[in-house]
């Protein structure tokens, strides 16, 4: 065998014991942040960096297959309940009452059909931020549906989304002073076939347009949030992912 063909099998071998190290690690899971409270909650579909100062996560990341993206459960009335993994003062039911916000799901119900418990989790308040009520169930919903869609269609993909702090001052709700994101951020990596990333940020404000007005790099939705996605991915398909987003390949 010719030492250049021996070379690219190797690169390959390695490539694939990378990306598998990285699979079993969690290559949805972001590095850790710098200068920002940050509690780890592991829940049964999904992980939530949760920040105890603006009462919200940071992140919820979450490994989306096409079983789960295609459960026959139905969501629940009167799901929503307090996270007491987290300390007091923390997010209630109450909080959202009157404040023209909707409890906006991070990691939706609809990508946990697929088992009652992790469902029911997708209702802790630390899964949930104040959400403007048009976006909640327009635009941020329609991509939801379409993260579902691109599981169905590869088999699976890696999600992180979350809320973005553009000012320096924040409008807060509720006795508990839930802190209230000027924007949203989603990024999805598919590891199928090519891999391939996309971003995702939506003003948390009233808004009825196509899906690719709200697409950046991943690469792009770092510098919004200064946060580090995919780590664990091998650098090779880390940059390749994150640098360029186009809705027409998925």
């Keep these: ?59 919820v990341a979450w490994h989306l297959t096409r079983e789960h993206a295609q459960g026959q459960g139905k969501r629940m009335s009167r799901a929503f309940h307090e996270d007491y993994d987290v300390p007091a003062p923390r997010a209630s039911f109450a909080d959202y009452r009157g404040s023209g916000y909707d409890r906006g799901h991070m990691c939706p119900a609809g990508d946990n059909k697929w088992d009652k418990d992790a469902m029911y989790e997708t209702f802790l308040m630390t899964n949930i931020c104040p959400q403007n009520r048009r976006l909640n169930s327009g635009d941020w919903n329609e991509i939801e549906m379409a993260c579902r869609n691109w599981a169905v269609k590869y088999g699976d993909i890696y999600i992180v989304c979350g809320p973005i702090f553009l000012r320096r001052e924040h409008e807060f709700i509720g006795t508990n002073q839930i802190a209230v994101p000027e924007a949203f951020f989603k990024v999805v990596v598919c590891l199928s076939g090519t891999p391939k990333g996309i971003g995702f940020v939506c003003r948390n404000t009233d808004g009825n347009r196509k899906k690719d007005f709200y697409v950046n790099s991943i690469d792009q939705v770092e510098r919004i949030t200064g946060m580090d996605f995919f780590p664990s991915l091998p650098d090779k398909i880390e940059n390749r992912v994150e640098a360029e987003a186009r809705l027409d390949d998925w």
């Design 1 to 59: 065998m010719k030492p250049l063909r021996i070379g690219v099998l190797f690169g390959t071998l390695l490539l694939f014991i990378q990306l598998l190290s990285a699979q079993q690690t969690g290559i949805e899971i972001p590095a850790p942040l710098r200068n920002i409270p940050e509690q780890i909650l592991y829940r049964k579909a999904y992980t939530v960096s949760y920040n105890a100062d603006m009462k919200v996560p940071n992140w």
